[in-house]
């Protein structure tokens, strides 16, 4: 069983900025796409960013584009989210997870099969 386990969530004022990790229990593989995604009370989870382990791909929200940055360290076996410009509508439990498929990179919350316990991010104003 893949074990994930995110930290680096906080409480940060609007601008600021986190960097969350997400430790994976296993050797990645290249063919995985791993990614973030967030679920604020009373909302639906959704897509903030994803990235095949191997690196060639990236997709991110458009919502997040060009202030979060999704990323691997293979050596660490983990995955993070640096966050920048932080605004309160980011405001919501972030989670990793791991759709183990190779030849995509989805988007889509339900066809990831492996998940983090989340990390809140709480962005004052």
């Known amino acids: 069983q893949v074990q994930l386990v995110e930290s680096g969530g906080g409480l940060v004022q609007a601008g600021g900025s986190l960097r969350l990790s997400c430790a994976v229990s296993?050797?990645?593989?290249?063919?995985?796409?791993m990614g973030w995604f967030r679920q604020a009370p009373g909302k639906e989870r959704e897509f903030v960013a994803v990235?095949?382990?191997?690196?060639?791909?990236?997709r991110y929200a458009d919502a997040v584009k060009g202030r979060f940055t999704i990323s691997r360290d293979i050596t660490k076996n983990t995955l993070y989210l640096q966050m920048n410009s932080l605004k309160p509508e980011d405001t919501a439990v972030y989670y990793c997870?791991?759709?183990?498929?190779?030849?995509?990179?989805?988007?889509?919350?339900?066809?990831?099969?492996?998940w983090g316990q989340g990390t809140q991010v709480t962005v004052s104003s």
């Open positions: 997870a791991i759709d183990p498929r190779p030849l995509v990179i989805d988007i889509r919350p339900n066809e990831y099969v492996y």
């Open positions: 296993e050797r990645a593989l290249s063919s995985y796409t």
């Open positions: 990235i095949k382990w191997s690196g060639s791909s990236t």
